[in-house]
Nanobody, 123 residues
Framework: VQLQASGGGLVQAGDSLRLSCAASGLPFSTYIMGWFRQAPGKEREFVAAIRWSGSTTYYANSLRGRFTISRDNAKNTVYLQMNSLKPEDTAVYYC?????????????????WGQGTLVTVSS
């Protein structure tokens, strides 16, 4: 199983960025997909998750309204659209896959992880 995250980079505050995570080696459409992030010196935290069909999504309360998660099961890809970025959004962003019915906000419920993509937001 491989999860390849991409789309990170250096942006200015207020800019938008879209992250992608391409999955292979698993039946993508049956997995819950999630995004987590880890800022320097901090623990990894939940960002967003999306269930199989894409009809149910979850967000960290502090990010709801600025971030949008979506998926394209035909392309085995999950996306994270990030708008109005702030310096505090600076982190390594990870995608993860969960095969089950567990609460998708808990990182310990995920089975597979990508390598992460760095997002840096300058002020």
């Amino acid at each position: 199983v491989q999860l390849q995250a991409s789309g990170g980079g250096l942006v200015q505050a207020g800019d938008s960025l879209r992250l992608s995570c391409a999955a292979s080696g698993l039946p993508f459409s049956t997995y819950i997909m999630g995004w987590f992030r880890q800022a320097p010196g901090k623990e990894r935290e939940f960002v967003a998750a999306i269930r199989w069909s894409g009809s149910t999504t979850y967000y960290a309360n502090s990010l709801r309204g600025r971030f949008t998660i979506s998926r394209d099961n035909a392309k085995n890809t999950v996306y994270l659209q990030m708008n109005s970025l702030k310096p505090e959004d600076t982190a390594v962003y990870y995608c993860a896959a969960q095969n089950g019915l567990a609460v998708p906000t808990n990182e310990r419920t995920y089975d597979y992880w990508g390598q992460g993509t760095l997002v840096t937001v300058s002020s």
